[in-house]
């Protein structure tokens, strides 16, 4: 299972930016899928995810401002990230929940990670 992520980039307070991720390989089923982000010398923290139920969590930090969206017919899953602040500054990588042609239970997988930096 491979997840690619893109979209990260430089923006300034205040921007947007979209990220996507894709989910690919032998894929019986994808059960969630979503964002975490981990700052220099910080743990890995939950940003958003989505169930393919369609429920949606969201960081309190982030709440009102980021906004995650998935398609699970195509594996593919966006955080649109507006109203950004240096506190958001950090390396933002796709995790994924995923039961394998191979599997009974799904397991997590993750994204390499694309940094986002918000400065002036």
């Known amino acids: 299972v491979q997840l690619v992520e893109s979209g990260g980039g430089l923006v300034q307070p205040g921007g947007s930016l979209k990220l996507s991720c894709a989910v690919s390989?032998?894929?019986?089923?994808?059960?969630?899928m979503g964002w975490y982000r981990q700052s220099p010398g910080q743990q890995r923290v939950l940003a958003a995810a989505?169930?393919?139920?369609?429920?949606?969590n969201y960081a309190d930090s982030v709440k009102g401002r980021f906004t995650i969206s998935g398609d699970f017919a195509n594996n593919t899953v966006y955080l649109q990230m507006n109203s950004l602040k240096p506190d958001d500054t950090a390396v933002y990588y796709c995790n994924a929940v995923v039961r394998t042609q191979q599997d009974s239970i799904g397991y997590d997988y993750w994204g390499q990670g694309t940094q986002v930096t918000v400065s002036a």
């Open positions: 989505i169930i393919s139920n369609g429920y949606r």
């Open positions: 390989g032998s894929i019986f089923s994808v059960n969630s």
